[in-house]
């Protein structure tokens, strides 16, 4: 649904005004004056300004000039009695779509409406094609020849022509955003919106407010009309980052919204209808979430109509140099102009990345290679030039060809375990939480262990 700003001093003029457009089935805010134009300009998504040219201290010239500062794009009406004719003319070589004269007659002001929010609406589709193709996320942006990954290959072809809903899942790091990308820019909503929330990022009530939106008043702060995410992605794709972290009452709205595509927003009763596509993603097991009661089933249900797992690292070693040679790519330019670009990495450190478990998967391995590109002063990337964390975790990590054929089976397995939470508190700076969501286990069931096998705990953070 479009939104128009209207401006006016005259209060009575913008109830009518308002009244008449609302009734075409616009979504009209009002202000009385350039500076609460200006407000709700910095805080609501408006897709035109409707402007009395003569007003009290700032006058409709001025304000045209602050919108076009904000967005030169945005359309903006003037509204000039047949005195100020000179003013529109100014106003229009200043950037103004159109001036209608007053006083007008509905019809007019709705054609004058009409035009300019379907020339907006061109404009935001040439910026969403524009932004797809400088993003390019087609599978060359996801780089593997495993197996594995030609069967995500496979079924990104396969499921992006569709609408249904798709749920992503795979440890951190794998890669699901950009799997959700290449769907969505593979799809023919590619022209459209790709707008992406992370669920864990946000409290309850503030991701409420992020997903559907508010009106103006709805809660303390609410100074104006916020259009949610919902709205934003609408015709396009909307992407639910970590959405196993949804609490029980946004579930439940999610799963209207998926139902029925109609939601309201914070505060507000008039129900919007938005066409979108959800591609959600998440690192826990969610059929394990819900037969533990914290998902609803039949949420899952409606996320999970077209499904991907992405590959851990693990699970795709024939991959790594490709990657490798990829992130080199990518990071040439962060070198300093008076040493030799990188050619690749030696043969130590090729063994040392396919021998190592990547429980960071593929992000890990961008972390180190960005980093050792930087700081490598030769043009072969060495053992030296990694980071020493890495390398610690790297050489402690325990090899299955390594343990005698004679080995008792239970003190094997205690050290197995002993070393892998050692390496988990290591690679979260000893914060027990992290380290428990690492190895897929309770923070209680952690801490137990920890005392179990008398291990250093660090800072215990």
């Excluded at 390594?402 to 070393?419: C, F, Q, R, Y």
Aim: charged letters at 30%.
């Amino acid at each position: 649904m479009d939104t128009i700003l209207i401006v006016d001093d005259e209060k009575n003029y913008t109830l009518i005004l308002s009244a008449v457009l609302e009734e075409e089935g616009y979504e009209t805010l009002t202000a009385n004056s350039a500076s609460e134009a200006l407000a709700i300009l910095s805080d609501a998504e408006v897709d035109l300004v409707l402007t009395d040219m003569k007003m009290p201290e700032t006058d409709g010239i001025s304000l045209l000039e602050s919108v076009k500062e904000k967005d030169p794009e945005l359309p903006v009406i003037m509204m000039t009695a047949y005195g100020t004719v000179e003013k529109a003319v100014e106003a229009m070589q200043k950037g103004a779509h159109n001036y209608i004269l007053k006083p007008f007659d509905n019809e007019s002001l709705v054609v004058y409406v009409r035009k300019a929010l379907e020339m907006y609406r061109m404009v935001k589709e040439n910026r969403h094609l524009r932004n797809s193709i400088k993003s390019r996320y087609q599978f060359d942006n996801i780089i593997g020849k495993s197996k594995a990954m030609r069967d995500v290959f496979e079924t990104i072809q396969k499921i992006a022509p569709a609408t249904a809903t798709v749920l992503i899942e795979g440890e951190n790091g794998t890669g699901k955003e950009l799997a959700a990308k290449s769907i969505h820019f593979n799809s023919p909503r590619r022209n459209e919106p790709f707008i992406a929330v992370n669920c864990s990022a946000l409290s309850e009530n503030l991701l409420e407010s992020e997903l559907f939106g508010h009106e103006k008043g709805a809660f303390t702060g609410a100074a104006t009309m916020k259009k949610g995410r919902f709205e934003l992605a609408d015709r396009g794709t909307l992407f639910l980052d970590e959405i196993g972290e949804l609490s029980a009452n946004i579930q439940v709205k999610l799963l209207r919204v998926l139902q029925e595509k109609v939601f309201e927003r914070v505060g507000g009763t008039r129900p919007i209808t938005v066409d979108i596509r959800v591609i959600a993603a998440t690192n826990k097991n969610l059929k394990e979430e819900v037969r533990q009661g914290r998902f609803r089933e039949d949420l899952f249900y409606r996320l999970n109509v077209l499904h991907i797992v992405m590959p851990p690292m693990r699970n795709r070693v024939e991959d790594i140099r490709l990657l490798v040679q990829h992130f080199i790519e990518k990071y040439r330019n962060e070198r300093k102009a008076d040493i030799p670009p990188i050619k690749g990495i030696d043969q130590d450190v090729e063994r040392l990345f396919y021998e190592y478990a990547w429980p960071g998967n593929v992000r890990e391995l961008e972390n180190v290679i960005e980093r050792a590109v930087i700081l490598c002063p030769g043009d072969i990337i060495r053992v030296s030039d990694l980071p020493k964390n890495f390398k610690a975790n790297a050489y402690s990590t325990l090899h299955l060809d390594g343990i005698p054929a004679n080995a008792n089976l239970s003190e094997t397995l205690t050290e197995i375990e002993k070393s892998m939470i050692t390496r988990a508190l290591k690679m979260t700076d000893y914060v027990q939480a992290h380290a428990a969501k690492m190895l897929g286990i309770g923070k209680s069931g952690l801490n137990q262990k920890i005392k179990k096998y008398n291990l250093e705990v660090g800072s215990k953070k």
